[in-house]
T-cell receptor
């Protein structure tokens, strides 16, 4: 069964710094790799997704980098802000969407 | 407003007392799914449904049942809850694309405690 390995489990970053979260997958049925953001007390919500006919997608301060040969993709948050403090999940498409175990990001002022 | 609703949001029950958590979406999505979220384990899929009357097991289906009689509703049933089913539960829905998956919309969650 497809597994998605996400690291780190938790991350502490100072305001203005770069947050980097990594995911590795085994196999895919489709080319669709999303990242979800979850604030405390809320359900996850789609943050950004890539359909990798490209190796990178940027939306504001958030960038997905994708390495198909290595079966890895990562989320970069530039100029991290306290409002970015949340749990982040990557996901990879097998016969169903498989989620990583999550990364709790804390951004301190 | 496009949304996924779940009820109840919080539930404390006792071992063995049957319960149902309702889930409803107003986006005409074909795909619906239930997840449980536990610390350190992320989101684990319980059951999913590709359309009305079509359901299938996810990664952790033991102790749960679902039904999909209408497109908009996908209730989660615990026939005989046990303490190891204490968790945070999320319902999600999405449309199905020929090319695979689309954005999943999650409900607000149901925090279940089984004593």
């Amino acid at each position: 069964q497809q597994q998605v390995k996400q690291s780190p489990q938790s991350l502490i970053v100072q305001k203005g710094g770069i947050s980097i979260i990594n995911c590795a997958y085994e196999n895919t049925a489709f080319d669709y790799f999303p990242w979800y953001q979850q604030f405390p007390g809320k359900g996850p919500a789609l943050l950004i997704a890539i359909r990798p006919d490209v190796s990178e997608k940027k939306e504001g301060r958030f960038t997905i980098s994708f390495n198909k040969s290595a079966k890895q993709f990562s989320l970069h948050i530039m100029d991290s802000q306290p409002g970015d403090s949340a749990t982040y999940f990557c996901a990879a498409p097998g016969d169903k969407l498989i989620f990583g175990t999550g990364t709790r990001l804390q951004v301190f002022p | 407003e496009a949304q996924v609703t779940q009820n109840p949001r919080y539930l404390i029950t006792v071992t063995g007392k049957k319960l149902t958590v309702t889930c409803s979406q107003n986006m005409n999505h074909e795909y619906m799914s239930w997840y449980r979220q536990d610390p350190g384990l992320g989101l684990r899929q319980i059951y999913y449904s590709m359309n009305v009357e079509v359901t299938d097991k996810g990664d952790v289906p033991e102790g749960y049942k679902v039904s999909r009689k209408e497109k908009r509703n996908f209730p989660l049933i615990l026939e005989s809850p046990s303490p190891n089913q204490t968790s945070l539960y999320f319902c999600a829905s999405s449309s199905l694309l020929v090319a695979g998956f689309d954005e999943q919309f999650f409900g607000p969650g149901t925090r279940l405690t089984v004593l």
